[in-house]
């Protein structure tokens, strides 16, 4: 039995309902929303993220196409923008593009910081601001764990100081799971970002229960393993059973997956088209995939 | 990278094969009309190849090395800097090499081009022919755009195959000019394959080749 508008939103701990409604009055069509636990701050539950996708260097034709995607992703009700120093051009790219748009309101900019020196992130940081052109960030991470401690005292000290909204960390591809909890249990995160989706689970068994306990939001990344898991299913028939979620293509049913886990606070997929970031952001509308659908999810993926 | 031996191929390559081809359109627009003054160069190389003088290994020398120095700066530093993080150690690697022509091969001559007395010479002209008039349609044959053309002296594919060509070509294979060639054609090949493309094992085909034919050459020589 799917999850529908209502009961999904009435698990929504933490965002008070005055907070919620201007925003299911606005349009049938927003994205449901998950409050960010530290703050209960409402956060569409689709993001965009930026890895290879926004990495175009100079090439201006290539700039204003993502320039494009990110105006469908605001017009279609997104906020999380997720890049990273490592990403090549995308930070500049991305302030290319918000430039471009006025820099639109709603934007959540989740940025990273990637040097193996503590001493030389602060110098990172403002770099990648400048490239965003933003005043803060609003998050900010420790990419893939790189010299974590230091980095976590700067940006402490940066949310502190009311330069920065939220201090997260990062993994992907499943790695140093154990290193991530123990960073989890023992620092007030307000974020935590892994990979999550429906081939790569094992951030359940741990970690996304623990960012429930302790109330850490927490972004899925790799939700399409970079296009791989579309491509595995591209030629094989949704089940019947994916009108129940309203799924309407596989880029759906994974990403309803993923971001039906209650402990999900965000999806990030990448993409170079307008109708995918509009069919991504599509997915954040109940209804969602109960429990019971999700286990169905699984053994049917398993089984193609 | 933490832990980057865990890390595919596929997980490190940060740009998408688009933007990657669409690089080379830019860097030609932008280049304009260099391309004719590099065309002029290898077309005076493989003249040089074919007639030989007693000053054409010193001049070869001196052209690849201005070549090397062009696509270090103008491609990997000026542009694919802007896409790969790595470009600059590529960019690195272009100067050391257009010394290495400039000083060993040059300055001290050890580039000795005659006429031709083995085969592997003939198959080393036909290379450098090759790498000068054919590798580039390779890519609009495979549907890339004509305007993304990939050129000796502009673009790095087409300039190290050239010089493998020259090396094989020489008198005796000058080794120490051999390294750097033979690793781009290790990163080139490995980054369009993850990229599938079709041209993927063209130049590490290439480097195999002008290595076993050097080899080849040189022990044939060692035991007559």
Same mark, same amino acid.
């Given at each position: 039995?799917?999850?529908?508008?209502?009961?999904?939103?009435? !698990?929504?701990?933490?965002?008070?309902?005055?907070?919620?409604?201007?925003?299911?009055?606005?349009?049938?069509?927003?994205?449901?929303?998950?409050?960010?636990?530290?703050?209960?701050?409402?956060?569409?539950?689709?993001?965009?993220?930026?890895?290879?996708?926004?990495?175009?260097?100079?090439?201006?034709?290539?700039?204003?196409?993502?320039?494009?995607?990110?105006?469908?992703?605001?017009?279609?009700?997104?906020?999380?923008? +997720?890049?990273?120093?490592?990403?090549?051009?995308?930070?500049?790219?991305?302030?290319?593009?918000?430039?471009?748009?006025?820099?639109?309101?709603?934007?959540?900019?989740?940025?990273?910081?990637?040097?193996? +020196?503590?001493?030389?992130?602060?110098?990172?940081?403002?770099? !990648?601001?400048?490239?965003?052109? *933003?005043?803060?960030?609003?998050?900010?991470?420790?990419?893939?764990?790189?010299?974590?401690?230091?980095?976590?005292?700067?940006?402490?000290?940066?949310?502190?100081?009311?330069?920065?909204?939220?201090?997260?960390?990062?993994? !992907?591809?499943?790695?140093?799971?154990?290193?991530?909890?123990?960073?989890?249990?023992?620092? +007030?995160?307000?974020?935590?970002?892994?990979?999550?989706?429906?081939?790569?689970?094992?951030?359940?068994?741990?970690?996304?229960?623990?960012?429930?306990?302790?109330?850490?939001?927490?972004?899925?990344?790799?939700?399409?393993?970079?296009?791989?898991?579309?491509?595995?299913?591209?030629?094989?028939?949704?089940?019947?059973?994916?009108?129940?979620?309203?799924?309407?293509?596989?880029?759906?049913?994974?990403?309803?997956?993923?971001?039906?886990?209650?402990?999900?606070?965000?999806?990030?997929?990448?993409?170079?088209?307008? +109708?995918? *970031?509009?069919?991504?952001?599509?997915?954040?509308?109940?209804?969602?995939?109960?429990?019971?659908?999700?286990?169905?999810?699984?053994?049917?993926?398993?089984?193609? | 990278?933490?832990?980057?031996?865990?890390?595919?191929? /596929?997980?490190?390559?940060? $740009?998408?094969?688009?933007?990657?081809?669409?690089?080379?359109?830019?860097?030609?627009? =932008?280049?304009?009309?260099?391309?004719?003054?590099?065309?002029?160069?290898?077309? #005076?190389? $493989?003249?040089?190849?074919? /007639?030989?003088?007693?000053?054409?290994? /010193?001049?070869?020398?001196?052209?690849?090395?201005?070549?090397?120095? $062009?696509?270090?700066?103008?491609?990997?530093? =000026?542009?694919?800097?802007?896409?790969?993080? @790595?470009?600059?150690? $590529?960019?690195?690697?272009?100067?050391?090499?257009?010394?290495?022509?400039?000083?060993?091969?040059?300055?001290?001559? /050890?580039?000795?081009? @005659?006429?031709?007395?083995?085969?592997?010479?003939?198959?080393?002209?036909?290379?450098?022919?090759? #790498?000068?008039?054919?590798?580039?349609?390779?890519?609009?044959?495979?549907?890339?755009?004509?305007?993304?053309?990939?050129?000796?002296?502009?673009?790095? =594919?087409? &300039?190290?195959?050239? &010089?493998?060509?020259?090396?094989?070509?020489?008198?005796?294979?000058?080794?120490?000019?051999?390294?750097?060639?033979?690793?781009?054609? @290790?990163?080139?090949?490995?980054?369009?394959?993850?990229?599938?493309?079709?041209?993927?094992?063209?130049?590490?085909?290439?480097?195999?080749?002008?290595?076993?034919?050097?080899?080849?050459?040189?022990?044939?020589?060692?035991?007559?």
């Amino acid at each position: 039995m799917p999850l529908n508008r209502r009961e999904v939103l009435g !698990s929504l701990a933490g965002a008070s309902a005055a907070a919620l409604m201007p925003r299911l009055g606005r349009a049938q069509s927003a994205p449901l929303t998950r409050p960010i636990p530290s703050s209960g701050e409402a956060m569409p539950i689709v993001g965009l993220g930026s890895w290879i996708t926004f990495n175009v260097g100079d090439d201006p034709v290539a700039r204003n196409d993502r320039t494009e995607i990110m105006k469908a992703f605001f017009d279609d009700g997104g906020r999380l923008i +997720d890049s990273s120093p490592m990403y090549g051009s995308a930070q500049a790219v991305i302030g290319y593009g918000l430039e471009k748009l006025g820099h639109p309101k709603p934007l959540f900019s989740a940025d990273k910081v990637w040097i193996s +020196d503590g001493d030389e992130g602060p110098d990172q940081i403002e770099a !990648s601001r400048a490239h965003w052109g *933003v005043d803060r960030f609003d998050l900010l991470q420790v990419h893939n764990l790189v010299a974590w401690e230091e980095h976590l005292d700067t940006l402490f000290a940066m949310k502190q100081a009311g330069k920065l909204r939220y201090v997260g960390i990062t993994t !992907s591809h499943g790695r140093r799971h154990d290193e991530v909890e123990t960073i989890m249990r023992q620092h +007030d995160l307000d974020f935590v970002q892994l990979t999550y989706n429906v081939a790569d689970r094992a951030a359940e068994d741990r970690l996304l229960p623990l960012a429930q306990e302790k109330g850490i939001a927490v972004i899925a990344n790799r939700p399409f393993r970079r296009k791989e898991l579309i491509y595995r299913f591209e030629g094989e028939k949704l089940p019947a059973w994916a009108d129940e979620i309203e799924a309407r293509s596989w880029a759906q049913f994974l990403l309803k997956f993923i971001i039906s886990h209650p402990a999900i606070t965000c999806a990030i997929p990448a993409t170079t088209r307008v +109708d995918h *970031v509009r069919e991504n952001l599509a997915s954040a509308r109940a209804p969602l995939p109960d429990a019971k659908m999700r286990e169905r999810m699984v053994a049917y993926i398993k089984s193609v | 990278m933490s832990e980057w031996w865990t890390y595919a191929p /596929r997980d490190l390559l940060m $740009f998408s094969p688009d933007t990657y081809y669409r690089l080379f359109a830019l860097h030609n627009a =932008d280049l304009w009309p260099m391309q004719i003054l590099a065309l002029g160069a290898g077309l #005076a190389i $493989f003249g040089l190849l074919l /007639r030989p003088t007693p000053w054409a290994g /010193r001049a070869i020398a001196l052209l690849l090395a201005a070549a090397w120095a $062009f696509v270090a700066w103008a491609y990997f530093s =000026d542009r694919y800097a802007t896409i790969n993080l @790595a470009a600059p150690i $590529f960019a690195w690697a272009f100067a050391a090499q257009s010394l290495l022509l400039l000083v060993y091969g040059a300055g001290l001559g /050890r580039l000795r081009i @005659a006429s031709p007395r083995h085969v592997t010479q003939l198959i080393g002209i036909a290379l450098f022919a090759f #790498a000068l008039l054919l590798q580039p349609v390779i890519g609009p044959l495979t549907g890339h755009v004509w305007a993304g053309v990939e050129l000796f002296g502009i673009a790095p =594919d087409p &300039t190290v195959a050239a &010089t493998l060509g020259v090396l094989l070509a020489a008198v005796r294979m000058p080794w120490l000019l051999l390294p750097i060639p033979l690793l781009w054609c @290790a990163v080139t090949g490995a980054t369009l394959w993850t990229m599938g493309s079709p041209e993927a094992p063209l130049m590490p085909v290439l480097g195999g080749l002008v290595l076993v034919l050097g080899l080849y050459r040189s022990f044939a020589r060692a035991e007559s």
